[in-house]
């Protein structure tokens, strides 16, 4: 009797195991390797121009985009870059009289200082705005990720950022990440979310 029970159970896992897999082709409608998932979230990812202030990015979230940033790669893993997370109402409110940041909840402000990042011998690049940019896209597509909407922001004033939030002052700063949820019927995407150059227009085959 205990025989039996212990087949049919090994049997339903067989069944389960096999329903699983069965339906992985049918998930992978569009790209062939890996999930769908990942390419979902560059697809979705937009440009928030409005947020609504009162409602709040939880801390399991909140940790979990910070959590990205730090795993971002840098050249040499020099780890030069520093997050700087804007959620106080005092902090947000100095940090609106030089930019609205669209009343995200939260911002974070993404630097690092230049001495602290590699140097490209051949032509002496500094890596440091790159390391940014690539820890900015961590935290942008894992609060995508999350459910949040968010807004890089690129058209600020770096050294008016610096004298409201004295703490970035011994740092460059290269962008800033508002991150919350869209406020209804402002916070969709523009006409142009969904415009791309075709593959042909942007990829060169040598």
């Not at 800033?176 to 979310?193: F, M, Q, S, W």
Request: charged share 25%.
């Amino acid at each position: 009797m205990k025989k039996k029970l212990f087949s049919r159970i090994f049997d339903t896992d067989k069944i389960l195991h096999r329903a699983a897999f069965s339906d992985v082709d049918q998930k992978i409608t569009k790209y062939h390797f890996g999930s769908d998932a990942f390419m979902q979230i560059l697809e979705s990812r937009y440009s928030c121009h409005a947020f609504e202030p009162r409602y709040p990015v939880s801390d399991s979230k909140l940790n979990m985009i910070l959590e990205a940033g730090r795993l971002a790669p840098s050249a040499k893993n020099l780890q030069p870059t520093r997050i700087w997370v804007v959620r106080s109402e005092e902090a947000l409110s100095r940090l609106r009289t030089v930019h609205s940041c669209y009343d995200a909840p939260v911002v974070l402000i993404v630097g690092c200082r230049n001495e602290e990042a590699w140097v490209r011998e051949s032509d002496g690049i500094n890596a440091a705005k790159t390391d940014a940019a690539i820890a900015l896209t961590h935290l942008m597509l894992t609060a995508t990720d999350a459910g949040l909407a968010n807004m890089w922001i690129w058209d600020f004033d770096p050294s008016k950022v610096r004298e409201v939030l004295p703490e970035t002052r011994e740092h460059g700063i290269y962008g800033l990440l508002a991150i919350g949820h869209p406020k209804d019927g402002e916070g969709r995407p523009t006409d142009l979310h969904t415009v791309r150059k075709p593959l042909e227009e942007i990829v060169i085959n040598l």
